[in-house]
């Protein structure tokens, strides 16, 4: 099983300030098979990248993803305040799919 | 547009059973993967599985090995997750999940439904 470990555990940010996210594999994740998701109070995950840097439908340019391997990262180059919520990364390399245990980016 | 609509919140007793069922619209309901993926209260996402609806072959995280079952209707275009042998820690938000395409991203959620575990 790929145990996805993220950091920091929290983030207190002000609307406008750029964000870095990181999401390190205990193994390599082929192929780049790696998501990120947000998650806002109340509400189910939403779908932001994948394939570790391609946007899902819809999603603004602000937000971009990199790495391959085992480290990765999300970046939210200007926090807008719907931005707000928890982060989570994903591998869909291999049964099972796991996730990270999650960022919370709160405003400051 | 795609919705997952689930079924309501549920309270059983530990040892008991729970079925939970999320009803697909907006799509071909047989040509895409359903997953499960639950979150217990405060914790994070938790992968339980999938569902091909057209032919009802599945694919469990070893950890709900023999106590999960996922199948649909697809008369009613619904698949359904039952739980067995429920203990406290199974109290958690069951998400339905409809897989993107084929490649195991979640791309629209059911609303979630909560299963509470208490005696």
């Known amino acids: 099983e790929i145990v996805l470990t993220q950091s920091p555990g929290t983030l207190s940010l002000s609307p406008g300030e750029r964000v870095t996210l990181s999401c390190r594999a205990s193994q390599s994740v082929s192929n780049s098979y790696l998501a990120w998701y947000h998650q806002k109070p109340g509400q189910a995950p939403r779908l932001l990248i994948h394939g570790a840097s391609s946007r899902a439908t819809g999603i603004p340019d602000r937000f971009s993803g990199s790495g391959s391997g085992t480290d990765f990262t999300l970046t939210i180059s200007r926090l807008e305040p719907e931005d707000f919520a928890v982060y989570y990364c994903?591998?869909?390399?291999?049964?099972?799919?796991?996730f990270g245990g999650g960022t919370k980016v709160e405003i400051k | 547009q795609v919705q997952l609509v689930q079924s309501g919140a549920e309270v059983k007793k530990p040892g008991a059973s729970v079925k939970v069922s999320c009803k697909a619209s907006?799509?071909?309901?047989?040509?895409?993967?359903m997953h499960w993926v639950r979150q217990a209260p405060g914790q994070g996402l938790e992968w339980m599985g999938w569902?091909?609806?057209?032919?009802?072959?599945?694919n469990y995280a070893q950890k709900f090995e023999g106590r999960v079952t996922m199948t649909r209707d697809t008369s009613i275009s619904t698949a359904y997750m039952e739980l067995s042998r429920l203990r406290f820690d199974d109290t958690a938000v069951y998400y339905c999940?409809?897989?993107?395409?084929?490649?195991?991203?979640?791309?629209?959620w059911g609303q979630g439904t909560l299963v509470t575990v208490s005696s």
């Open positions: 994903q591998q869909y390399d291999s049964s099972p799919l796991t």
């Open positions: 569902l091909n609806p057209n032919t009802g072959g599945t």
């Open positions: 999940a409809k897989d993107r395409k084929g490649d195991y991203l979640f791309d629209s």
């Open positions: 907006g799509y071909t309901f047989t040509g895409y993967y």
